[in-house]
C-alpha cells in the first residue's frame, strides 16, 4: 500500500514540472481559439439538422 501512495506522489512531482514547460496560449489566442470553435460546432450543428429535416422530410412523404 506504501508504494501505491509513493508513486501517487511520483506523478504528482513529475506533472508539477511538466506543467512548467508547458507552452500556454495567449489570452487573445484563446479567444481565437475558441471562437473558432464555436464557429465550426454551430456549422456542424446547421449541417446535421439540415440532413434531419431532410430526411425527415423523405421519410414522411414517400415511407409513411
Not at 9 to 19: A, D, G, P, R
Not at 42 to 64: C, N, P, Q, R, S
Amino acid at each position: 500500500m506504501i508504494n501505491f501512495f509513493e508513486r501517487i506522489i511520483v506523478f504528482l512531482k513529475e506533472s508539477k514540472i511538466e506543467l512548467k514547460r508547458v507552452t500556454w496560449p495567449s489570452k487573445r489566442e484563446t479567444i481565437k481559439l475558441t471562437l473558432i470553435v464555436i464557429g465550426f460546432s454551430i456549422a456542424v450543428a446547421m449541417f446535421l439538422g439540415t440532413l434531419d429535416f431532410i430526411f425527415t422530410w423523405l421519410m414522411e412523404k414517400f415511407i409513411i
